[in-house]
């Protein structure tokens, strides 16, 4: 006879992390395949609402969100390290950019920057008014969408961390 308390960890990999359900009586263990998601169509609020309750995107979200802080960040001493400039407190990851090309410093880096803020830009500020019909698809699709289409979004949240972290490792490593 298992122990209940052992498989409570189990249970949460196992449903929330791998799709599966375990059904715990007192003398078996049963595991039976969910399907999250259908491969249904969904309409661009619906899809949102999907996003929004989805734990993988929401935390790769804030993965690329953590990312960008620590890219602005290296960036920032970057650019104190190597240039006059001005106050850079407050500044954004645009700012940094046009300060750093201002500064003529990372020129082969810019265009991976210049990428970077936009993609970050686009994940962060305008995923709802592309699912909302505001603005028209350029980096996610926006349209004839399925509800396993999280998957796409979580993947595209995620290397957007990497390839913020990967840059702002660069820096640092430029930096030290």
């Not at 122990?3 to 715990?24: K, M, Q």
């Not at 993988?56 to 390290?81: N, P």
């Not at 410093?105 to 970050?120: E, F, G, T, V």
């Not at 979580?154 to 490593?173: F, H, I, K, P």
Request: glycine share 6%; charged share 25%; hydrophobic share 40%.
């Amino acid at each position: 006879m298992c122990s209940r308390g052992i498989l409570h960890p189990l249970r949460d990999i196992l449903e929330v992390h791998l799709g599966y359900a375990l059904r715990i009586q007192e003398d078996s263990i049963e595991l039976e395949v969910m399907c999250k998601w259908k491969g249904e169509p969904v309409d661009g609020p619906a899809f949102y609402a999907i996003l929004c309750g989805d734990n993988e995107f929401c935390a790769e979200l804030g993965r690329s969100v953590l990312a960008a802080g620590r890219l602005e960040t290296a960036l920032k001493q970057y650019i104190i390290d190597n240039a006059q400039h001005p106050d850079l407190t407050r500044a954004t990851l645009g700012k940094l950019i046009t300060v750093a090309r201002d500064c003529k410093l990372l020129s082969k880096m810019l265009p991976a920057l210049k990428m970077l803020r936009d993609q970050r830009n686009y994940l962060t500020h305008s995923v709802h008014a592309l699912l909302s019909g505001f603005i028209e698809e350029t980096i996610l699709e926006g349209s004839n969408l399925i509800d396993s289409d999280v998957h796409t979004y979580t993947e595209r949240a995620w290397q957007l961390a990497e390839n913020l972290s990967g840059l702002a490792e660069v820096l640092q490593r430029e930096s030290t």
